[in-house]
Nanobody, 116 residues
Framework: QVHLVESGGGSVQFGGSLRLSCAASGFTFSSFVVRWFRQAPGKERELVAGISGGGTNTNYADSVKGRFTISRDNVENMAYLQMNNLGPEDTAVYYC?????????WGQGTQVTVAP
C-alpha cells in the first residue's frame, strides 16, 4: 500500500525556519520525482520545489529561491523541505507529491503558519 506522510509543520515566527519531512512507502521511491506543493486559503495549489529521482536536479518557485532547499534520502525513502527566513506569505498547507509518468501520489498535507 502506498503512503506519503508529511510531518514537521507548525507555527513559527517571522524569519524563522522549519524542516518538513515526507516519508514514503509502498513504491519504488528512488524512481519517482518528488515535489512539494502548497496551498494557502483561497488560493490554488502551487508548486514550491521539485527534485529528481536521483536527487541531482532540483527546481524552485521564484518566491522561495534562496530560502527553501529540497532534498531526499533514497535509502530511508524520505524527502525534505528546509524552509528558512519564513514570512507570512509562506503560510499554507504543504503537500508532498511523488510522480512517475502518469502515476501520482499525494500526502495528506501539513500546516505551516508564520506569524507576522
Amino acid at each position: 500500500q502506498v503512503h506519503l506522510v508529511e510531518s514537521g509543520g507548525g507555527s513559527v515566527q517571522f524569519g524563522g525556519s522549519l524542516r518538513l519531512s515526507c516519508a514514503a512507502s509502498g513504491f519504488t521511491f528512488s524512481s519517482f520525482v518528488v515535489r512539494w506543493f502548497r496551498q494557502a486559503p483561497g488560493k490554488e495549489r502551487e508548486l514550491v520545489a521539485g527534485i529528481s529521482g536521483g536527487g541531482t536536479n532540483t527546481n524552485y518557485a521564484d518566491s522561495v529561491k534562496g530560502r527553501f532547499t529540497i532534498s531526499r534520502d533514497n535509502v530511508e525513502n524520505m524527502a525534505y523541505l528546509q524552509m528558512n527566513n519564513l514570512g507570512p506569505e509562506d503560510t499554507a498547507v504543504y503537500y508532498c507529491n511523488a510522480y512517475l509518468y502518469s502515476t501520482y501520489y499525494w500526502g495528506q498535507g501539513t500546516q505551516v503558519t508564520v506569524a507576522p
